[in-house]
């Protein structure tokens, strides 16, 4: 194995999945493998503690000497589930010391062969129980996926195993493979150490069943109510159970009354114990409800040994053999209504996350869509440039005119108000582009359109490029002589301008000819005869000598 140095300050300050922090202390600035030892040694004095408590409820019946709970078996269990084989030596020096001790304690001729024997067996009796029982369970949680717990996480805690992280009581699933378990396994260890003894004397045979029945009970009790406590001591929420001192110490109050009247009063009120775990279940958490449990367990066993109680009056033959599955049913039911409560909290916080999620992807979706709608908008307006706009000049195009005569003409013939249409014809400009070229006639246009979209600045108004060298203007609610003052003003622009003409036949600089027209819009007409009119103007003005403006009246 690769020993290597690690130091608490090196722990992660939270575990993943809310798992509570261990404190390393003890084991600051020890290597691997001594952390390792110190914690066999360790295990090893509280076996034998447990040992010692066990003892204090033992009976013999037949020169078999048989206890109703055996604590060393839920110790087991539980290191095991922690660290499984860093701790095998410890639990192996402890069922020694244990085994040797049960042995010498009979009065009963054992040869120095039958006596080592008889030690081996049991110490193998009592290891294979939680090693079946842990592999049993760490199968299950690994369907679970053991496999998430971070590699950092694995790195910096050497000494647990990796699927020790997961609570087994969080299922139901989980949970039942637990009880499975911990029932299940002590049956092959009780079978071969009764054999064991049957095999050399030590039992009788017709005491051979009850002493394996009670072999198997004692350690499958044990299992099913000190082990869970022991578990889940990791996954406890401590700052939870800070807030609710109160609810905790009315359940002690209740708990002593139960436990006065039941022991002290002999009361059949035992079944009281019931909806109390219910309670703390539901209320406080798994953890208490377990400590509860076993505190139960350990006050009813310690009566009844001692001959007070309900179930040594009532059933004083056999009163253990009740306690046992009295107390192993609370514990059921503990660990059954834990897994539910546990699942239900999963499913709500699954729940309240998946929400969580939806509501971010609906806002993520939200905000795309947003954006899309805004590229849209801006692809439409770039498209409705594309198609309304004239590439050259930048101004309006005859298509957008068109449109835009026939829309004002609809509103302005519902108002009965006036609609003037300016035509522009650049003089001459056949012999501009033949003089000067076609680059430099573009230039001309372009600048022209500039100027009349400086001269016509309502919104209401628009430059369009009608065609060619012609430009059009139209004037919504303008009436004749707001279109003759339109005419005038860009005549007077464009001599400021001076846009240089040399071919012209007029003056050395670009004019325009314009032909003007107004009309108020009446369902007899249509603005087509307005463009029209507007244009036999505009050929008035050329005939007439260019560089001016004629007026078409259809008023």
Not at 155 to 165: C, T
Not at 420 to 427: E, G, P
Request: some cysteine.
């Amino acid at each position: 194995m690769n020993f290597k140095k690690i130091y608490a300050s090196d722990l992660p300050k939270q575990l993943p999945n809310n798992k509570r922090r261990i404190n390393f202390n003890c084991f600051d600035h020890l290597t691997l493998w001594q952390q390792t030892l110190f914690l066999n040694l360790i295990i090893v004095i509280i076996y034998i503690l447990s040992i010692r408590v066990s003892e204090q409820f033992i009976t013999t019946s037949s020169f078999v000497r048989i206890t109703p709970l055996w604590l060393p078996s839920a110790l087991a269990f539980s290191v095991f589930f922690h660290f499984e084989y860093q701790v095998l030596p410890g639990i192996l020096l402890g069922s020694a010391v244990g085994a040797i001790m049960a042995l010498q304690s009979w009065v009963f001729p054992f040869s120095s062969i039958t006596f080592l024997c008889l030690t081996l067996i049991l110490i193998f009796a009592d290891n294979l129980q939680p090693i079946l029982a842990n592999f049993w369970i760490k199968k299950a949680l690994k369907s679970r996926g053991g496999d998430s717990i971070s590699p950092r996480v694995r790195k910096l805690i050497p000494l647990f195993d990796e699927l020790s992280f997961i609570n087994p009581f969080e299922k139901v699933k989980t949970t039942l493979t637990f009880i499975k378990a911990a029932i299940a396994a002590p049956l092959l260890s009780a079978s071969i150490g009764i054999a064991a003894l049957a095999l050399t004397g030590v039992i009788a045979e017709e005491s051979v069943f009850s002493s394996w029945i009670t072999w198997w009970l004692a350690n499958a009790l044990a299992n099913l109510i000190f082990s869970p406590v022991l578990i889940l001591i990791r996954f406890c929420p401590w700052s939870e159970l800070r807030t609710k001192k109160t609810e905790i110490l009315i359940l002690f109050i209740i708990f002593l009354m139960i436990s006065l009247l039941t022991f002290l009063k002999n009361y059949p009120i035992a079944y009281l114990y019931l909806p109390l775990i219910l309670v703390t279940v539901f209320q406080i958490g798994s953890f208490v409800a377990s400590i509860l449990v076993a505190v139960i367990t350990i006050t009813a066993i310690f009566f009844t040994s001692q001959g007070y109680g309900v179930f040594f009056s009532v059933f004083h033959n056999h009163p253990l053999i009740f306690l046992q599955s009295f107390t192993g049913i609370l514990s059921l039911i503990s660990l059954f209504f834990s897994a539910l409560t546990q699942e239900r909290k999963e499913a709500k916080k699954a729940l309240e996350k998946m929400i969580q999620s939806l509501e971010r992807r609906v806002q993520c979706r939200t905000c795309e869509l947003h954006t899309t709608q805004l590229q849209l908008q801006k692809a439409n307006q770039e498209l409705e440039k594309l198609v309304n706009v004239d590439g050259l000049t930048q101004v309006a195009n005859r298509r957008c005119f068109d449109e835009r005569i026939e829309r004002e003409w609809q509103c302005l013939l519902r108002n009965h108000q006036p609609l003037s249409l300016l035509i522009l014809d650049v003089d001459y400009f056949k012999d501009y582009n033949d003089f000067y070229g076609h680059p430099q006639g573009d230039a001309c246009l372009v600048q022209l359109a500039q100027m009349l979209s400086q001269v016509v600045q309502r919104s209401s108004d628009l430059v369009a490029r009608y065609g060619g060298e012609e430009f059009v203007i139209l004037l919504p609610n303008t009436e004749l002589l707001g279109a003759i003052a339109v005419a005038e003003q860009i005549q007077a622009a464009l001599q400021k301008l001076a846009l240089p003409h040399k071919a012209s036949r007029i003056q050395a600089t670009v004019t325009v000819s314009i032909g003007i027209a107004s009309v108020i819009p009446t369902l007899t007409d249509n603005s087509q005869q307005l463009i029209q009119k507007t244009d036999q103007a505009l050929y008035q003005a050329k005939q007439q000598g260019r560089n001016q403006y004629k007026v078409f009246n259809l008023l």
